[in-house]
């Protein structure tokens, strides 16, 4: 009797266990990130997972993955099972423009996912090199014209929203600049700062080092309203091109076919950790603005940006491998 009271017992242990092992294996998320530690979409990524984990019932870990401008996560997100377990926090360029850059991205951009919502977006800055006599819009499209074929303008990469933005304000105003693709921000505004190009577009959170330290100056930005941590700097459309509006975004998608009430729950928790004070000021002092929208919201938006996006990759006559 007591041999097999001793064996129900262990049993009924190996049961808890096993039970609790998948209750955690259950409980535990990834939120991909298609871009290195580091950068402002991954310190955005883990303040998000923080709390949204707990909210949804999940400790979610934040995943990076980088590679092809954010579309190999979006790749590997598409595989994955529609079971709330995965998500990715992805950018405009690998939603909207990759499709239209790269030859083989592996995935649709409105059939393999399912859309939970915006978190913000972050405006570019039009920088120049401190050293040089430019202090407006007005004075660099003086500048570049006076100077045709000896302006040099850098960006993160080919491809990237910097250097299609560059690409439509050149087309814009008739000017003639050459292009000096890097490998990410850094190497390019330590470039620009140090006169190796004159001109470059780039976040603000990018720049926000090279601007205090007074080698480069911002002198447009390339949203419709100013962002709200450099009121002073004017935006392109209202130095002269009327209706610029060329801004990167951020958004949160899950696999396509997860189920609706989890979407819904994720985008209702999503809201209102956007919307509040902490989780704000913070995406403000990052130089983006906080965004919020419903599911079919978040859709129809990212359907224009497609449409948007892809009409500025064939004019750019940008492509990549």
Avoid at 221 to 243: I, K, M, N, Q
Wanted: glycine share 8%; charged share 15%; aromatic share 6%.
């Amino acid at each position: 009797m007591q041999t097999i009271r001793r064996l129900l017992k262990g049993a009924m242990a190996l049961a808890l266990l096993a039970s609790s092992a998948c209750f955690a294996q259950s409980t535990t998320g990834k939120l991909i990130v298609g871009y290195p530690p580091g950068q402002s979409v991954d310190v955005v990524a883990r303040m998000l997972a923080a709390r949204l984990g707990p909210a949804m019932g999940r400790n979610l870990i934040v995943e990076n993955m980088p590679g092809l401008a954010g579309s190999l996560a979006l790749a590997a997100l598409a595989k994955m099972p529609p079971d709330g377990s995965s998500m990715t926090l992805s950018a405009s360029a690998a939603i909207a423009g990759n499709p239209f850059l790269y030859r083989n991205v592996r995935y649709d951009s409105l059939k393999d996912f399912e859309p939970i919502g915006l978190i913000y977006d972050a405006p570019l800055l039009l920088l120049v090199n401190g050293a040089l006599p430019i202090r407006s819009f007005a004075d660099l499209i003086a500048y570049a014209k006076a100077n045709a074929g000896k302006v040099n303008y850098s960006s993160p990469g080919t491809g990237s929203v910097s250097h299609l933005a560059m690409t439509e304000l050149i087309r814009r105003t008739g000017t003639a600049m050459t292009h000096v693709p890097y490998q990410g921000s850094a190497k390019s505004l330590t470039d620009l700062a140090a006169g190796q190009v004159q001109v470059s577009f780039d976040a603000v959170s990018a720049a926000q080092p090279f601007l205090a330290s007074g080698k480069i100056r911002a002198i447009a930005v390339s949203s419709r309203e100013r962002v709200p941590v450099l009121p002073s700097v004017p935006t392109v459309a209202e130095s002269g091109l009327d209706d610029f509006d060329m801004v990167p975004w951020v958004g949160l998608l899950a696999p396509a076919g997860t189920p609706k009430a989890l979407i819904d729950k994720a985008s209702e928790e999503l809201i209102k950790i956007v919307r509040s004070p902490d989780f704000s000021q913070r995406i403000v002092a990052l130089g983006g603005r906080p965004r919020t929208s419903s599911p079919s919201e978040f859709r129809s938006f990212v359907q224009t940006e497609i449409t948007y996006w892809s009409a500025v990759v064939k004019t750019s006559g940008a492509k990549m491998e």
